[in-house]
C-alpha cells in the first residue's frame, strides 16, 4: 500500500483517496478548471481529473453510508444540472443523451377519451391472445 491509499474495509482494495476531503477537494478544482477553461462538465472529464476510471468512481458513489459516497453523489448532480443547463442554453441530443445515462428517461403519456371500436376479427385475436397469458400465468 502506498502512502497515499488507506483501507476501507478489512478486505478489498485500499481506498485510492486518504480522506473525504481529499476527494471533495479533486472534485472541486475539476469544477473550477472546467468553468475557468470553458470546458464541459462531465462524468468522465470528473474521473480523468480524480486519476481513476468511471467504475471506480461509481462504487465511491455506492459505498453507501460515507462521505465518499456523498461527495461523488453530489458531484454527479452538478454534472446532471450542467447536461439540464445545456438543454435550456443549447439544446441539442448531446444533454440528452448524457442525462440518459444518469437513469433519465423519455416518457409520453397518451389519454383517450371516447369509445374504441375493434372489428370481431380483431377481437377474437385479442380473446385469443389474453387467454394463453392467463393460461401462461397460471402454469408459472
Not at 502512502?3 to 478544482?29: L, M, V, Y
Not at 480523468?48 to 454527479?76: N, Q
Not at 370481431?120 to 385479442?126: C, N
Request: glycine share 6%; proline share 4%; net charge negative.
Amino acid at each position: 500500500m502506498n502512502q497515499n491509499e488507506t483501507p476501507h474495509s478489512q478486505f478489498g482494495r485500499p481506498r485510492k483517496f486518504s480522506s473525504p476531503e481529499e476527494i471533495q477537494k479533486k472534485i472541486d478544482d475539476f469544477f473550477l478548471d472546467c468553468e475557468k477553461r470553458g470546458k464541459p462538465i462531465t462524468i468522465t472529464g470528473l474521473a480523468l481529473a480524480l486519476d481513476t476510471t468511471r467504475e471506480t468512481l461509481m462504487d465511491y458513489e455506492y459505498s453507501r453510508g460515507d462521505d465518499f459516497s456523498d461527495a461523488v453523489k453530489k458531484a454527479k448532480l452538478k454534472v446532471q444540472r450542467y447536461a439540464e443547463e445545456q438543454l435550456f442554453e443549447k439544446g441539442g441530443s448531446g444533454p440528452i443523451f448524457a442525462l440518459k445515462n444518469h437513469g433519465w428517461r423519455d416518457h409520453a403519456s397518451l389519454e383517450h377519451r371516447g369509445q374504441i371500436s375493434i372489428k370481431e376479427s380483431d377481437r377474437e385475436i385479442i380473446d385469443r391472445f389474453l387467454k394463453q397469458t392467463k393460461e401462461q400465468q397460471n402454469d408459472e
